[in-house]
């Protein structure tokens, strides 16, 4: 199953090293962390949870973590939802 | 290693 795709007019930024979602619609702006970055660019690109975790696995050579990580990313991706940073899905 | 996303509602 695909992750939630990003919602329009939102676009992830970086500046001095640190992370940022700016709605430009709604104007508002979240903090977030590398990892959070991530999830949400494989949000915009409508890759799968399997492969999302397979990714951030390889990515940050943590593949002994998949469970961990596809428990965080369901957990991120329905943060995007409420935040309304990403559309709403079927639950994952 | 893998760390746990984080997201913070708002900064320069």
Known sequence: MSLPRATSGVIVQQQDGAFFLLDTEGGEVFRVNETAARIFELCQSGTTLDGAVQSLAKGLNAVDQEPDIRADVQRTVEQFQELGLCEPSPSL | ?12
């Open chain 2, 1 to 12: 290693m893998y760390t746990n996303a984080q997201i913070v509602r708002v900064v320069l």
